[in-house]
């Protein structure tokens, strides 16, 4: 099966911080005529510290202001098939918070909690029950309560030119989740930076930068990368700059006769390459993704080159 090459649920959770995004993907989900704006609402923080959900903590949790009105969105990569439950279990938990005395009173007012669960596995569709009542068995003559209801936004619904072309930043990076390789990877997030004109959304898309990419270069590469893309190499698109560092490695590497060991298979010649590279402090990453060396014969060659040095 292809490998997905998926960011970080970190990218979620950095780019829905921002009420701006949260709320124009609330408005665009539900089709609301009254939009909401991010003056509208605010973030609630909340971690469940009972011992059935210690260190629990949910994705993102908003509240409409002046009102009992939240949203709960939730990022998944994977299907859980107990969704409904967790969300019953987290509406639960806040109404608990919101009346911690629970009190008993005629017109008390208990929470709306509006659940919105983000799909980003682009292997299969989500295909788990939607409330808890779709989960129970059914009782002649009675209608049974949705309990745990949830809204499902699964990006397999969406092909990645929609994604890419919609007018919401929230939905143009969930493009990236429907990457098959690092070079669709690349080609997405650079179609996003290139057409992106917001500067709020430009400093998310460096950090993304910093989740998508650290396999290819340090953080502090990246860094400096960036830095000098806006002083002026914009003629040049981020990525490429990224992929120009990355070739340059390759090619130093191959001077070094990398090329030439892999191609003939000579174990002894690449082991004395790959010393040679760590001599040269290249990066643990690049020389496996180089040489397909096995972690645990790096850590070996690693320690011969200590006691070389000695």
């Known amino acids: 099966m292809t490998k997905t090459y998926q960011p970080y649920d970190k990218i979620f959770r950095k780019v829905l911080f921002s009420k701006t995004h949260a709320t124009g993907l609330i408005n665009q989900y539900f089709?609301?005529?009254?939009?909401?704006?991010?003056e509208d609402i605010e973030r609630y923080t909340c971690k469940f510290v009972n011992l059935q959900f210690q260190n629990r903590e949910s994705d993102i949790l908003y509240k409409m202001k002046n009102t009992n009105v939240f949203f709960?969105?939730?990022?998944?990569?994977?299907?859980?098939?107990?969704?409904?439950?967790?969300?019953a279990e987290y509406q639960i938990e806040i109404i608990k918070l919101e009346n911690p005395k629970n009190e008993n009173k005629k017109n008390i007012i208990v929470p709306l909690i509006i659940?919105?669960?983000?799909?980003t596995n682009n292997k299969s569709?989500?295909?788990a029950a939607q409330s808890i009542e779709a989960?129970?068995?059914?009782?002649?003559?009675y209608l049974n309560h949705k309990i745990g209801q949830y809204n499902i936004l699964d990006i397999n619904t969406f092909d990645t030119q929609k994604l890419l072309h919609n007018n919401l930043f929230t939905l143009r990076i969930l493009g990236l989740e429907k990457a098959r390789n690092k070079e669709e990877l690349d080609n997405i997030f650079q179609y996003i930076l290139c057409t992106e004109k917001d500067e709020q959304n430009i400093r998310i898309l460096k950090e993304i930068a910093y989740y998508v990419y650290d396999t290819v270069l340090e953080n502090e590469k990246i860094k400096k990368k960036f830095e000098e893309w806006e002083e002026g190499e914009k003629n040049m698109s981020f990525i490429d700059i990224l992929l120009e560092e990355k070739q340059s490695w390759k090619d130093e590497a191959r001077k070094e006769g990398i090329k030439e060991g892999i191609e003939e298979g000579k174990k002894k010649r690449t082991y004395e390459i790959i010393m040679q590279m760590l001599k040269k402090q290249i990066s643990e990453n690049m020389i496996i993704e180089l040489t397909n060396i096995k972690p645990e014969e790096l850590n070996e060659l690693k320690k011969a080159v200590k006691t070389d040095g000695k």
């Not at 659940?115 to 799909?119: E, N, T």
């Not at 989960?135 to 003559?141: I, L, R, V």
């Open 72 to 87: 709960l969105i939730e990022h998944q990569s994977r299907i859980d098939y107990n969704m409904a439950q967790r969300i």
């Open 31 to 38: 089709l609301l005529k009254n939009k909401l704006t991010e």
């Open 115 to 119: 659940p919105i669960v983000i799909y």
């Open 125 to 127: 569709r989500w295909d």
């Open 135 to 141: 989960m129970q068995p059914k009782f002649s003559g």
